[in-house]
């Protein structure tokens, strides 16, 4: 059975960072494109960053050049750092893997989700 753990959100003040990880079991994902959405209350889920099994990495306009995308290939997780966070970040991060195309900004391209893990900042 394929699970998505995400960890790492929190609430923050404006300014901070945070780092998120998606660990994933029960399927290996090193060939995979993984990425990260997020949804605020009332609003569609949005494309935050992807990144392909040879490690080229794809951001969202809303967090270029402060949000990037990892992966750890041996540990089966993708991690999300953010930082200089704004309140407008404030949302649910989904992890996503098991990328399936045709292109990596679309949540219908990812086969499996996992429960989310809340981000809140406060100003």
């Known amino acids: 059975q394929v699970q998505l753990a995400e960890s790492g959100g929190g609430l923050v003040q404006v300014g901070d960072s945070l780092r998120l990880s998606c660990a994933a079991s029960?399927?290996?994902?090193?060939?995979?494109?993984m990425a990260w959405f997020r949804q605020a209350p009332g609003k569609e889920r949005e494309f935050v960053a992807a990144?392909?099994?040879?490690?080229?990495?794809y951001s969202g306009d809303s967090v270029k050049g402060r949000f990037a995308i990892s992966r750890d290939n041996a540990k089966n997780t993708v991690f999300l750092q953010m930082n200089s966070l704004k309140p407008e970040d404030t949302a649910v991060y989904y992890c996503?893997?098991?990328?399936?195309?045709?292109?990596?900004?679309?949540?219908?391209?990812?086969?499996?989700w996992g429960q989310g893990t809340q981000v809140t900042v406060s100003s």
């Open positions: 996503a893997a098991s990328y399936r195309g045709p292109t990596y900004f679309a949540a219908a391209a990812y086969a499996y």
């Open positions: 990144i392909n099994w040879i490690g080229t990495t």
């Open positions: 029960g399927h290996t994902f090193s060939n995979s494109g």
